[in-house]
Nanobody, 126 residues
Framework: QVLLVESGGGLVEAGGSLRLSCVASGRSFDRSILGWFRQAPGREREFVAAIRSVDGTTDYLDSVEGRFTISRDKAKNTVYLEMNSLKPEDTAVYYC???????????????????WGQGTQVTVSG
């Protein structure tokens, strides 16, 4: 069974930091794209960041560029999202996702990602 399990969410004050983790299991993700999406109340789910396993290429939502960093530990089959300078508008459920087949570039559309985690809540007060 292919699984993605997120952790690390919580409540933090504006300006604070959190690190989300996503552990992948069930198969190799060495040729996948691993990404993070988020969904705020009353809004559609949106792309946040992604990393290509084959070469480490990353891409970010404009509003998080410079504040969030996505990284991957292949040995632990884990992808991280380091979030700094958090703002109240970052409040959302954050989902880890995997695009099994890498077509050569990071895709922002959620329908390209075929494995999803259950989500972890991030709440930024202030």
């Amino acid at each position: 069974q292919v699984l993605l399990v997120e952790s690390g969410g919580g409540l933090v004050e504006a300006g604070g930091s959190l690190r989300l983790s996503c552990v992948a299991s069930g198969r190799s993700f060495d040729r996948s794209i691993l990404g993070w999406f988020r969904q705020a109340p009353g809004r559609e789910r949106e792309f946040v960041a992604a990393i290509r396993s084959v070469d480490g290429t990353t891409d970010y939502l404009d509003s998080v560029e410079g504040r969030f960093t996505i990284s991957r530990d292949k040995a632990k089959n884990t992808v991280y999202l380091e979030m700094n300078s958090l703002k109240p508008e970052d409040t959302a459920v954050y989902y880890c996702a995997s695009q099994t087949k890498d077509y050569g570039a990071i895709n922002y559309k959620e329908n390209r990602y075929d494995v999803w985690g259950q989500g972890t809540q991030v709440t930024v007060s202030g």
